[in-house]
């Protein structure tokens, strides 16, 4: 079965402070994992794929098979950062995590 | 085609009534996802289409739930016989074919069930 699991519903930091939003994922496949993200009263967006290997607004998250994780992070949080963010795997379908609220205070 | 749309964007009923959704994808999509999502949770999957069929629909879902893709372009979701916990934002996404690529989201239609 596809499962995504984000442990943390919230996670607070102050601005310039690293950031690690976490990721636990179950497939028997081979997975494709992506990191969406929705700002205040914005849509949902794509943030990052694994498969680009990208590095957007300074985030970046590696694919770890052996411990099934792709967190995500950042070394130096900004306060436009602040939002939600949505661990994704698609496997023929689409599904999400549960999401974890990234608040950066100045 | 300035992305997915929804419509309604909100829509209050009287539980017991039926309500259906539509959603337009991105013209040249051909993948279509619908989604719940209450207060303080994910985005649930609820099914998807590939062109018009219909390729997976969540167990969890009951048969008061019903999606359709007639012509492989806009979709319908249709709730019958309402109760107040179908109360939630419900999405639709829209994407070319593969399983790397963007899924677009259109801006949901909040549904208030009283």
């Known amino acids: 079965a596809q499962r995504v699991t984000q442990p943390e519903k919230l996670l607070s930091v102050f601005k310039g402070a690293p950031v690690e939003l976490k990721c636990n994922y179950s497939?028997?496949?081979?997975?494709?994992l992506f990191w969406y993200v929705q700002y205040s009263r914005q849509r949902l967006q794509l943030l990052l794929r694994?498969?680009s290997r990208e590095s957007i607004k300074g985030f970046t998250a590696d694919l770890n098979k052996g411990e099934t994780s792709f967190h995500l992070k950042k070394p130096f949080a900004q306060e436009e950062d602040s939002a939600m963010y949505y661990c994704?795997?698609?496997?023929?379908?689409?599904?999400f995590g549960q999401g974890t609220e990234l608040s950066v205070k100045p | 085609d300035t992305g997915v749309s929804q419509d309604p964007r909100h829509k209050i009923t009287k539980r017991g009534q039926n309500v259906t959704f539509r959603c337009d994808p991105i013209?040249?999509?051909?993948?279509l996802y619908w989604y719940r999502q209450t207060l303080g949770q994910g985005p649930e999957f609820l099914t998807y289409?590939?062109?018009?069929?219909?390729?997976?629909k969540s167990r969890l879902l009951s048969d008061r739930f019903s999606a359709e893709r007639p012509k492989g372009s806009f979709s319908t979701l249709e709730i019958q016989r309402t109760e107040q916990g179908d109360s939630a934002m419900y999405l639709c996404?829209?994407?070319?074919?593969?399983?790397?690529?963007?899924?677009?989201f259109g801006q949901g239609t909040r549904l208030t069930v009283v």
């Open positions: 289409f590939q062109n018009e069929a219909q390729l997976e």
């Open positions: 497939y028997s496949g081979s997975p494709e």
């Open positions: 996404a829209s994407s070319h074919h593969g399983d790397t690529t963007e899924a677009f």
């Open positions: 994704a795997l698609q496997g023929g379908k689409l599904i």
């Open positions: 694994h498969i």
């Open positions: 013209s040249e999509h051909n993948r």
